[in-house]
Nanobody, 128 residues
Framework: QVQLVESGGGLAQPGDSLRLSCATAGFTEGFYTIGWFRQAPGKEREGVSCISNKDDSTYYADSVKGRFTIGRDNAKSTVYLQMNSLKPEDTAVYYC?????????????????????WGQGTQVTVSA
């Protein structure tokens, strides 16, 4: 059974850092794209970042470039999202997701319907 479990969310002040983790389980050996999406109250879900487990290629939303970093630890079957210089507009529920393809591409990686598996989400609140 495929499972994605996010952790690491919480309350932060502007300028702070948080590190989200996504523990994965139940995936058969293969190549996947692992992504982070977020959804703020009253807004549509949006892509934040993704990484391919084939070659570690990554993509980021313009709003988080230079502040967020996605990475993975194969030994722990975990994907991370290091979030630095947090802003109030980063407040959202963050979701880990997996697409059963090694590459989605620069023009499509943020399309949530391309992803098959989703975690339950973790809340990130950035407020002074």
């Amino acid at each position: 059974q495929v499972q994605l479990v996010e952790s690491g969310g919480g309350l932060a002040q502007p300028g702070d850092s948080l590190r989200l983790s996504c523990a994965t389980a139940g995936f058969t050996e293969g190549f996947y794209t692992i992504g982070w999406f977020r959804q703020a109250p009253g807004k549509e879900r949006e892509g934040v970042s993704c990484i391919s487990n084939k070659d570690d290629s990554t993509y980021y939303a313009d709003s988080v470039k230079g502040r967020f970093t996605i990475g993975r630890d194969n030994a722990k079957s975990t994907v991370y999202l290091q979030m630095n210089s947090l802003k109030p507009e980063d407040t959202a529920v963050y979701y880990c997701t997996v697409a059963s393809v090694p590459y989605i591409g620069e023009t499509n990686w943020f399309l949530d319907f391309l992803y098959t598996y989703w975690g339950q989400g973790t809340q990130v609140t950035v407020s002074a």
